[in-house]
């Protein structure tokens, strides 16, 4: 099973509002990723979990924030997001994580998130 | 210089005829590079990965591998309308996946 599920998959939120994205794996990875991506852009990544601790945050705004409650399992909260915030986000997870590990990333079929 | 350029798109090939995209970056230290197909509106799906200097088939998918060079491509024999997606070819720096701008192949019928 190579299988990502992200749910949910369309999600149209006010300013004020706030909201979760989930994902779920059970391929037994280590490692889990959120990105974001914007049309006709390659995916940006936004953080990364290893063995359920946040390794990487790439200078994301505060109103995005991750969670990661157990190894099979990663949300994205979302609180006051702005207009340019809408884009398609992407998890993703790998068997391992680093600059030696192979990093083979696997992504779920995303969340098409609309902010108005 | 970008970490990774890509042929400039979009490419346009007719149906059964060998797509070739190819990929140069600018890390010699990366180990793993790899080659995604997204098609329009959808997520990136992993479609190869190459680890050692030279070529891996799979099916009609090659993928060729030159660190010392610095590049990496992917040929697609037989291609078919279905293979019209956009295509990306990140390599592992870090634990970070690198990516370039992409290319948009076109297979005509």
């Known amino acids: 099973d190579t299988e990502v599920t992200q749910t949910p998959k369309h999600l149209v939120m006010g300013m004020t509002n706030k909201k979760s994205l989930k994902c779920e794996q059970h391929?037994?990875?280590?490692?889990m990723y959120w990105y974001k991506q914007k049309a006709k852009k390659p995916p940006e990544l936004m953080f990364v979990?290893?063995?359920?601790?946040?390794?990487i945050n790439e200078s994301v705004p505060s109103r995005f924030s991750p969670e990661c409650p157990n190894s099979s399992l990663l949300n994205l909260h979302l609180h006051a997001l702005q207009p340019e915030d809408s884009a398609l986000y992407l998890c993703?997870?790998?068997?391992?994580?680093?600059?030696?590990?192979?990093?083979?990333?696997?992504f779920g079929p995303g969340t098409r998130l609309t902010v108005l | 210089q970008k970490e990774v350029e890509q042929n400039s798109g979009p490419l346009s090939v007719p149906e059964g005829a060998i797509a070739s995209l190819n990929c140069t970056y600018s890390d010699r230290v990366s180990q793993s590079f790899f080659w995604y197909r997204q098609y329009s509106g959808k997520s990136p799906e992993l479609i190869m990965s190459?680890?050692?200097?030279g070529d891996k088939e799979d099916g009609r998918f090659t993928a060729q591998l030159n660190k010392a060079s610095q590049y990496v491509s992917l040929l697609i024999r037989d291609s078919q309308p279905s293979d019209s997606a956009t295509y990306l070819c990140p390599y592992n720096q870090g634990g970070k996946l690198i990516f370039g701008q992409g290319t948009e192949l076109s297979v005509k019928p």
């Open positions: 993703a997870s790998s068997q391992d994580w680093g600059a030696s590990s192979y990093n083979e990333q696997f």
């Open positions: 190459i680890y050692s200097n």
């Open positions: 979990y290893s063995y359920e601790k946040l390794s």
């Open positions: 391929m037994g990875h280590r490692a």
